[in-house]
Each structure stands twice: as C-alpha cells, then as structure tokens.
C-alpha cells in the first residue's frame, strides 16, 4: 500500500543503521546483525516512547486524584446564577489540571508510535518476501532504504537455524526452496507464539486491574472499556496465536512480538509499582468512588430485576397459559414502577436547571450596577465585575474575553461584516429549516422570547 511507504522508509532506516553498527564497526556475520537489528529496533522504539510512558501513567493517576475537585467545580457552578458561570467551571478546571501537572497531550503517544511501527515491519518484511523472484533465491530490488544486496542478506538470515522470513503457513515449495521443514519451523516458532501471547494476556490483566482502581463508574465510556478489557483479556491472546499459526506471520515478526511484550510487561510491571508507591490514591477518592460504585450498582440491580422479572414473565406464559396475564401484569406494573422513578428525577434535574438557567438570563438582562445586591444559589455572593471575589478561573476567563474584545477591534470592518452576514444567513436557514418541518422551539427558547 502506498500509505504505509513513509513507515517502510522509517523501519528499514533504523534496522540499517543498526545493521551498519553491527556487522561494519563490531564486525559481526550478516546473518547475526540483521537478528539483532529486529530486536534493537523494539529497544529503539520503546525507548523514544518511554518519557511518554511515564508521564501517561502519572497523568492518569493525578487526573483520577483530581477528579472529587473537579466534581466540587462543576457542582459549584453548575448552581451558580451568574451568566458566565459555566466558562469560569471550564477555566476553573483547566487552571486546576495545569497547576497540577497533569498532561493530557501525552496519552496517545504510545499508540501513535507503536503502531505505526508495527505496520510499517509488516509490510516491509511482505515487501522483502515479493523481492525474491523464487524462494531461496537473491532479491531482485530494494526496500525502503535497504539496498537490493542487504535484502538477499536478510532473507538469508536466521534465528535458531530458521530464515527470518518464513512462516508456518508457506506452501511446501517454499519450505523445500529455504531447505528447511516445517517440524523444524515449528519447534522454534510454536514457544515464541505462545510467549508473545502469555506476555500479551498478562499485559491486558495488569492493565484492566489499575483501570479498576481509578475507574469512574458515573462515565458509561470509563465502564464499557473496562468491560472491554476484560473481554481482551482472552481475545487478544487467541488473536496472537491465530495469526502466529494460521496467518503469514513471519519469524522476524514473531521475534518483535515477543521482545515487545516483554519490553511492556516488564514496564508494567515497574510503573504500576512506582505509582503505586509515589501517587497514592487519596482519601477523597476512594470515598467518593465507592459512592458512585454503589450507585451504580443499585442501578444494574434494578436493571437485571426487571430483566429476571421479563425472563420470568416469558417462562410462566409458556409453561403456564393460565397464569400469563397475571405474570404480564406484574411485569408491567414493575417496570412503570422504574419508568415513573426515573421520570420523576429527570424531571426534577430539569426543572432545577430550568430555574437557574431563568435565573442567568434575567441576571444577564439587568444593568451591572443593579446585580450588587443580587444573592446566588450559593450563599449571597455579588456578581458586579468591581465586587466579585476571587473565584477559580474566574480571572483567566475575563483575560480570554478581553483578548477576544481586543482581536474583534483589531479585525477589519468588511471582515466583521460578512462574518456578521454568515451567522445572520445560517440563522435565517435554521428558522426556515423548522418552519419547514413544523419543529418547535425549546422551552428555554420560548421562555427566552
């Protein structure tokens, strides 16, 4: 594919250069040196990723030592009346996480790097296999940056007697031109699978047993992935040994499959015990995890209740005609029982942001000097700009708003006016749009008008 040509390019560089410093300065065979690059090449890519790494794991936990503080943010303005209130709970929280330390930009580093790699190896190595006009026989072009006669040496390199391009699923021509068996083959290919997927599935536990120590049971995301990862826990080590035993997995790509595995278990390993010792979970955490773990267990309680009443409703329709409508009835009147609970609490959350959001926009209607005396939901602080205490993110919302002031008056005047024109046009279509399809406006906009 030509897309993963850029990553060809980027794994044969590192596998020659390592080459070079092998057989040209240490003056080891051909044969040796390109085994030994494979396994350099995981040294190379794990360790430009290790910073990464660490400050992921870190981030993690401080984010998860952050969070009953940013719950108390967002609770706090979420009850405040002053009309820029949600702006100063997303400054309020992201002042929190800078302060802190937490670094969100280094999560996805690991992924970004590694599997590209991985890709770009497999490739390549397909590349240098098509190269060869027959098996056994010297390539006929180069890879990436390795030259036509550097490909005849790799694919005449070997691990344990075993050339680094075959594989378990070659047709029998292809294992009688290697002059090599596929017993052979086997016994020196079957351990490193298996290997790969032991360190595979043990990678997997470690990782889903510290995402239940942090995990947010309020998010339904936080929960699918850890119900994921459990489930990974067995799939992704049968993948492993599918595509070693069945697919064209080559032996130089087994051998970055074990060495990478190990390099992350053992950095698992490591990490998680540093963690554990250096960023403690806090107090306030743990207190405020069980609070949302028993919630949301009373909440799968309820949900399996109705669905052992519905089994059991089906089972007595069934076995027992007579007694059907009875059975249905029961059901139904349990589940209105759920319906109506549930009902009645979002319509209570509803109806107290209604009356907040009321609040912001008559607040927001009033003249500056005649919020003074005005009380908040949260104990009779004054919302004039001259009176208002110091509040988290408060002071880096206005400094954001004052740029934003100062770049509209930057701005020249026939660019503010087809901006203005642009917003006026898509307004105008969204109001035909729901006159078209007769769609009424929300009760905040209505009450708003």
């Known amino acids: 594919?030509?897309?993963?040509?850029?990553?060809?390019?980027?794994?044969?560089?590192?596998?020659?250069?390592?080459?070079?410093?092998?057989?040209?300065?240490?003056?080891?065979?051909?044969?040796?040196?390109?085994?030994?690059?494979?396994?350099?090449?995981?040294?190379?890519?794990?360790?430009?990723i290790l910073y990464f790494a660490f400050q992921q794991f870190i981030s993690n936990r401080k984010s998860a030592n952050l969070r009953p503080r940013l719950l108390e943010i967002r609770d706090y303005y979420s009850r405040h009346i002053d009309p820029s209130a949600p702006t100063y709970a997303n400054f309020a929280s992201k002042q929190l996480r800078e302060n802190q330390g937490v670094k969100t930009s280094t999560l996805l580093v690991p992924a970004l790097v590694q599997i590209p790699v991985i890709m770009g190896l497999v490739s390549m190595l397909r590349q240098m296999l098509l190269s060869a006009a027959a098996p056994g026989q010297p390539a006929t072009h180069g890879v990436g940056f390795i030259s036509r006669e550097e490909v005849s040496q790799f694919l005449?390199?070997?691990?344990?007697?075993?050339?680094?391009?075959?594989?378990?699923?070659?047709?029998?021509?292809?294992?009688?031109?290697?002059?090599?068996?596929?017993?052979?083959?086997?016994?020196?290919?079957?351990?490193a699978i298996v290997a790969a997927a032991i360190f595979t599935g043990l990678n997997i536990v470690i990782s889903?047993?510290?995402?239940?120590?942090?995990?947010?049971?309020?998010?339904?995301?936080?929960?699918?992935l850890s119900r994921f990862m459990l489930a990974m826990i067995i799939f992704a080590p049968f993948s492993i040994l599918f595509f070693g035993?069945?697919?064209?997995?080559?032996?130089?790509?087994?051998?970055?499959?074990?060495?990478?595995?190990?390099?992350?278990?053992?950095?698992?390993?490591?990490?998680?015990?540093?963690?554990?010792?250096?960023?403690?979970?806090?107090?306030?955490?743990?207190?405020?995890?069980?609070?949302?773990?028993?919630?949301?267990?009373?909440?799968?309680?309820?949900?399996?209740?109705?669905?052992?009443?519905?089994?059991?409703?089906?089972?007595?329709?069934?076995?027992?005609?007579?007694?059907?409508?009875?059975?249905?009835?029961?059901?139904?009147a349990e589940k209105s029982e759920r319906m109506q609970r549930r009902q009645a609490k979002k319509a209570q959350?509803?109806?107290?942001?209604?009356?907040?959001?009321?609040?912001?926009?008559?607040?927001?209607?009033?003249?500056?000097g005649a919020q003074d005396s005005l009380p908040s939901l949260t104990g009779g602080v004054p919302l004039h700009d001259g009176n208002?205490?110091?509040?988290?993110?408060?002071?880096?919302?206005?400094?954001?708003?004052?740029?934003?002031?100062?770049?509209?008056?930057?701005?020249?005047?026939?660019?503010?006016?087809?901006?203005?024109?642009?917003?006026?046009a898509g307004s105008g279509a969204k109001n035909k749009l729901r006159q078209a399809t007769k769609k009424q406006p929300s009760k905040w906009k209505r009450f708003r008008e």
């Open 349 to 368: 959350e509803q109806a107290q942001a209604m009356k907040i959001a009321q609040f912001r926009w008559a607040v927001g209607q009033m003249r500056p």
């Open 156 to 191: 005449k390199a070997t691990f344990f007697g075993q050339p680094l391009p075959a594989y378990l699923n070659m047709r029998a021509d292809r294992f009688v031109a290697l002059g090599i068996t596929y017993s052979d083959l086997f016994r020196v290919v079957a351990p």
């Open 245 to 332: 035993f069945v697919g064209p997995t080559a032996v130089a790509l087994i051998i970055y499959w074990v060495f990478n595995n190990f390099w992350t278990l053992s950095q698992n390993l490591y990490l998680t015990r540093y963690i554990e010792k250096n960023y403690p979970l806090s107090d306030n955490f743990k207190a405020m995890q069980d609070l949302q773990k028993q919630q949301y267990n009373e909440a799968r309680s309820e949900k399996k209740s109705l669905a052992r009443s519905k089994r059991r409703m089906i089972a007595t329709s069934i076995l027992t005609p007579l007694r059907a409508k009875e059975a249905k009835a029961a059901y139904e």
């Open 1 to 48: 594919m030509v897309i993963l040509e850029p990553l060809v390019y980027l794994v044969s560089l590192v596998l020659k250069l390592w080459h070079l410093l092998l057989a040209q300065v240490l003056h080891l065979p051909a044969s040796l040196s390109w085994t030994l690059s494979v396994l350099l090449l995981v040294i190379t890519i794990r360790s430009s």
């Open 388 to 424: 208002v205490p110091y509040l988290p993110g408060v002071q880096k919302a206005r400094e954001e708003m004052l740029k934003k002031q100062q770049k509209a008056q930057s701005t020249p005047r026939a660019l503010l006016i087809a901006s203005y024109l642009a917003r006026s």
């Open 208 to 224: 889903s047993r510290r995402l239940a120590r942090t995990l947010d049971y309020s998010n339904r995301v936080s929960v699918f």
